[in-house]
């Protein structure tokens, strides 16, 4: 009984980790193999003529926030729960602390999979100019700002913003803060329950969404998105992680079931 408990465990360890790697793997293949072709622009189009700024939130610190976020909460919070079942409720909880704190973990790291794939795949497939275009691009058209652009040549210097110049939809900082916040805050609505502090959940589900926000929001601020793009991404994040806990949910009740 044991060894077949065992052999279930190892197996679903490797199963979910194949799972999370490729997925992940998935957003750096879609980058490497995908290419742009050069999308026309209309000249009257105000919308792409910001200046470009530095960004306020890096991508690097973006997803150590949506990576973190959730991850910590979940770790901090299962093992708070499992010392006050142990010493209150006299109950053996840490094999089971272990299992929900994997169990919660692992789903984050799918829907957090999930979305970079799709953020990439859509940026790639359904590119918009930034709102940067032309002070980046420096386009060498469109000398009276009337007409449509379909062919031209950026004489821009800056390779790294004109690599990311037509990344526009949709916001991947947004969705990635999106799908870490959202997760944590439909975490802790499941698992923090404390009768005699009822505001505490609602008060750290609220910073949670407002670091979200501002994490969106600055990428508008910076002229790196447009707002749809951004609306967009936080759309994609949030239903990426509502719909993986709710498989989560589904498939623990079913454990719990049989």
């Known amino acids: 009984m044991v060894h077949a408990e065992t052999k279930r465990l190892i197996v679903r360890v490797v199963s979910d980790t194949v799972i999370v790697s490729l997925l992940h793997l998935c957003y750096f293949i879609i980058s490497a193999a995908a290419g742009f072709s050069r999308l026309r622009i209309f000249c009257d189009d105000d919308s792409l003529r910001y200046p470009y700024k530095s960004d306020t939130v890096t991508i690097v610190g ?27 409720l006299h109950h053996r909880v840490w094999k089971m602390m272990a299992f929900l704190m994997y169990n919660f973990v692992i789903t984050f790291l799918m829907a957090a999979g999930v979305c970079l794939m799709l953020t990439n795949l859509i940026k ?6 930034r709102p940067h275009f032309w002070d980046v691009c420096q386009p060498d058209v469109c ?56 505001m505490v959940r609602p008060l750290i589900q609220v910073v949670y969404v407002s670091s979200a926000a501002y994490i969106a929001m600055s990428r508008y601020a910076d002229h790196k998105h447009h707002p749809w793009d951004i609306i967009a991404g936080v759309l994609l994040g949030s239903f990426i992680a509502f719909v993986l806990v709710q498989i989560d949910i589904r498939l623990r009740n079913n454990i719990d079931g049989s």
């Open 143 to 198: 000398p009276t700002r009337t007409g449509v652009a379909a062919s031209y040549t950026c004489r821009g210097t800056n390779k790294d913003a004109l690599d990311d110049l037509f990344k526009s939809f949709v916001s991947g900082h947004s969705s990635l803060a999106a799908v870490g916040s959202t997760y944590a805050v439909l975490y802790l609505q499941e698992r923090l329950h404390l009768t005699m502090a009822p």
């Open 62 to 88: 973006c997803a150590f926030y949506a990576y973190l976020l959730p991850v910590l909460t979940v770790i901090v919070l299962e093992v708070l729960l499992a010392v006050y079942n142990r010493y209150t």
């Open 124 to 129: 790639y497939t359904l590119g918009r100019p």
